[in-house]
């Protein structure tokens, strides 16, 4: 019926002019998607992940076999770009630029598309978690430790009691 929101739009999907059906509901949420890239750019800064960025080889076979001339500065130039444009999201992202809050959700989904990019190229090497799990994981640690220490204390002061 015409004129009643049915919360869903048709939106082009990519460059290869697809549409899609958007709703409401996603596979992940933006707080999800955050804490993905926030996980990885973690790792990767750690050295615990690392990228493949296509190489000046990569670049100028490529260019062979689709018969497009470029040269080996132009193939160095590109390889630079990936790493430079990389790098720029993450200052983005992580608001090293003073950057709006508008633009570093704009690099946080970049990035979060250079990560399924680049791990379905089999570019991404190592294991990553979501950042929040990390967290969790450190939380846990931290109040383990203090139980740990007051069961210690405990044992003191009982042993005292007792004499031992």
């Not at 949420?29 to 990228?51: M, T, Y």
């Not at 570093?104 to 089999?122: G, K, N, P, T």
């Not at 203090?146 to 004499?163: A, F, P, R, S, W």
Request: aromatic residues 6%; proline residues 1%.
């Amino acid at each position: 019926m015409q004129g009643q929101n049915d919360n869903s739009t048709k939106e082009p999907n990519d460059d290869a002019g697809l549409s899609h059906e958007k709703s409401s509901k996603s596979i992940f949420s933006e707080d999800e998607v955050q804490n993905i890239v926030k996980g990885f750019v973690s790792a990767w800064l750690k050295g615990e992940v690392k990228i493949s960025f296509p190489s000046k080889d990569e670049q100028l076979a490529t260019a062979k076999e689709t018969k497009e001339t470029i040269d080996g500065i132009e193939a160095a130039r590109r390889e630079a770009h990936y790493k430079i444009e990389f790098t720029n999201r993450i200052m983005l992202a992580s608001s090293t630029g003073g950057a709006t809050s508008e633009k570093q959700q704009e690099a946080v989904s970049l990035l979060f598309q250079d990560i399924l990019l680049y791990r379905s190229s089999e570019r991404i090497e190592g294991q990553f978690s979501e950042s929040s799990v990390n967290e969790r994981l450190q939380s846990l640690e931290q109040r383990a430790n203090v139980t740990n220490e007051m069961v210690k204390q405990l044992v003191d002061m009982h042993k005292q009691e007792l004499g031992l």
